[in-house]
């Protein structure tokens, strides 16, 4: 990525973050039980991330010509969606850590972080009934709908990796995967934000299934880069414990092409370990795994395939917005799939 | 054919496809960029690479597909009768039940239009940021929800009265600038208004009970910067 292209993210980025998460505090409930409950919302709002979702929502009604100000409650709808699901992912995933501290569970144990969670679930409604005054019932219940729906195929996609790891299921393929990386990560990640965008920059009149590939593209490519980086990345930067998804089980492409390629034996002990509880992994069985994907070149098939998918989100982004006029937001979209892959 | 009998042919094209390799400028990374299209890729990157694309096109062609089939499924059964909603299928469908079916969606599309004709005359309704020469040309503009017109005259003798009123303006304050005789003397027609009311633009026309028969043709103006916003014609007849 040329550096103009990357201090173009980083400032879009920031700039759209600040913006978001101005929005987002003022919907966080200040009253009682503060201790228990509201102080608890936010927590890992206020511990940083990228704000890739919101930006990518805001820079889309943008470059389509709305105003910032429009996608804005939006934008920060998806940002506390996003949080929610944090919270209660990190939960099933038994996470330790999120953005460099303690994940919530952790510091404040499972009923109360999963109570936390449900309650900005809630919360992230209301700047979407809010949208209304900006938007009109039209475009407003059709964010409604559309947060529906994500919000639904989010549920299945994750299903799908908790359920292969509660079943211990090691026959999962790459197109299972993708699938399920479609539904988990997709949906919520990249085509979501896009679709919001379109619809609040063309006041409804794009068609919003047109955004599905270019989300998919860039989510998948996003994903698995973010899956390297647990694997290979900078402790501080990751913000999570590393090798965590070896700990955790997860299907990741690198699991996947390791169960593919191991040999009889080494796929027996792979599958005993996986059938373990995460406590019952050790650590000496998370370098083990770690060594045989290295030296079954897992790693660069992994970074070699989300090369091909941040191409083919370029390819995509083309068919989708090459007719929008020149912008800085469209620039901005244009150097995403290259950024997802390129981040640490 | 060319004039020496001999088929003239193309370079063949360096590439056929779409770009798979999204390291197009200057990777500042360790790791380096591999094209496929180089004389001699590495093969086994290249094929993982490929592959990999392959599989998620085929992944995203396949719920694609899924949709299209769940919602053209559906149409058939309501087609056959009946709005039984069997078809769950989660790909593509925008509620968890499938598609509308079109009775449904019509409904549903004037329950929006009523609902956003109102939302005008609620506090805090859409303020007049929300117009489309606030932002957005092009598709949007055309794409405006078409606001209902109610046309009020008064007058003693058979009264025609057209109004066009451009996409999106019945949105915002209008005025409506006198209308003149056309193709002969006689004073304007004045008065005439164009007022939301009720969730809908309410143009109103007085005619004067002595007003001479003919065409008057009128200008309808944004109020906030006098753009123009359409036209008012009326034609007065003679009483049979």
């Not at chain 2, 001999?6 to 380096?32: D, H």
């Not at chain 2, 809908?200 to 009970?209: A, G, I, M, Q, Y």
Request: hydrophobic letters at 40%; proline letters at 6%.
């Amino acid at each position: 990525m040329s550096a103009p292209s990357g201090s173009l993210v980083s400032s879009v980025l920031r700039e759209y973050g600040e913006a978001t998460r101005t929005v987002l505090f003022e919907y966080l409930p200040s009253g009682e039980p503060r201790r228990y409950l509201y102080d608890l919302l936010g927590d890992y709002p206020r511990r940083g991330g990228r704000a890739f979702r919101p930006s990518l929502c805001i820079a889309t009604a943008r470059a389509m010509g709305a105003p910032a100000e429009l996608a804005l409650r939006t934008a920060a709808s998806i940002e506390l969606i996003h949080n929610a699901m944090l919270i209660h992912d990190d939960i099933e995933d038994e996470s330790e850590q999120r953005r460099g501290q303690p994940a919530l569970h952790v510091a404040h144990g499972v009923p109360i972080a999963i109570n936390a969670g449900d309650m900005l679930s809630l919360v992230s409604l209301r700047p979407l009934l809010d949208n209304r005054a900006w938007l009109g019932p039209d475009v407003s219940l059709r964010i409604l709908e559309e947060t529906e729906r994500m919000a639904r195929e989010s549920a299945e996609g994750q299903a799908f990796e908790l359920g292969w790891r509660r079943d211990n299921v090691n026959d999962v393929t790459e197109s299972d995967y993708l699938l399920m990386v479609l539904k988990k990560t997709c949906w919520l990640a990249t085509i979501h934000p896009s679709r919001m965008g379109a619809l609040i920059g063309s006041r409804g009149a794009f068609d919003l299934d047109r955004c599905i590939r270019f989300g998919f593209f860039l989510g998948a490519a996003f994903q698995i880069q973010d899956d390297l980086l647990n694997l290979e990345g900078d402790a501080a930067a990751y913000g999570k414990e590393l090798a965590g998804d070896i700990r955790e089980g997860k299907r990741t492409l690198m699991l996947i092409g390791l169960i593919a390629k191991a040999s009889p034996g080494e796929r027996a002990r792979l599958h005993a370990m996986l059938g373990q509880t995460r406590e019952q992994r050790s650590d000496e069985d998370v370098a083990w795994v770690l060594d045989r994907m290295r030296f079954y070149g897992c790693l660069e098939y992994a970074r070699q395939v989300a090369n091909g998918l941040g191409g083919a989100a370029q390819h995509e982004f083309q068919e989708l917005y090459g007719s929008l006029p020149d912008s800085r937001d469209k620039r901005f979209l244009e150097a995403l799939p290259v950024w997802v892959i390129e981040r640490n | 054919m060319s004039e020496h009998g001999l088929r003239q042919r193309r370079t063949p094209p360096a590439r056929v496809g779409p770009i798979r390799n999204a390291r197009l400028g200057p990777v500042s990374t360790a790791t380096a960029p591999v094209s496929c299209e180089a004389a001699e890729p590495v093969a086994e990157v290249c094929e993982a690479l490929e592959r990999g694309v392959r599989s998620a096109y085929a992944v995203i062609d396949d719920y694609m597909r899924r949709g299209r089939d769940a919602a053209r499924g559906f149409q058939d059964a309501t087609n056959r009768g009946g709005f039984v909603m069997e078809d769950k299928s989660n790909y593509g469908g925008f509620n968890p039940w499938g598609s509308m079916p079109p009775v449904a969606d019509q409904w549903m599309a004037a329950v929006r239009a009523w609902a956003n004709a109102w939302a005008q005359f609620v506090p805090g309704g859409i303020p007049p940021m929300w117009n489309p020469a606030a932002y957005g040309a092009g598709p949007t503009a055309a794409a405006m929800p078409a606001y209902p017109l109610t046309v009020q005259v008064i007058s003693s003798r058979p009264t025609e009265v057209t109004a066009t009123i451009t996409p999106g303006c019945d949105a915002v304050a209008l005025t409506v600038e006198p209308l003149l005789a056309q193709g002969f003397a006689a004073s304007a027609i004045d008065g005439v208004t164009a007022v939301r009311s009720a969730g809908c633009l309410k143009l109103t026309v007085k005619v004067k009970p002595d007003q001479p028969e003919g065409a008057y043709r009128g200008t309808v103006r944004k109020t906030a910067d006098g753009a123009a916003a359409g036209e008012v014609t009326v034609v007065i007849t003679h009483a049979s």
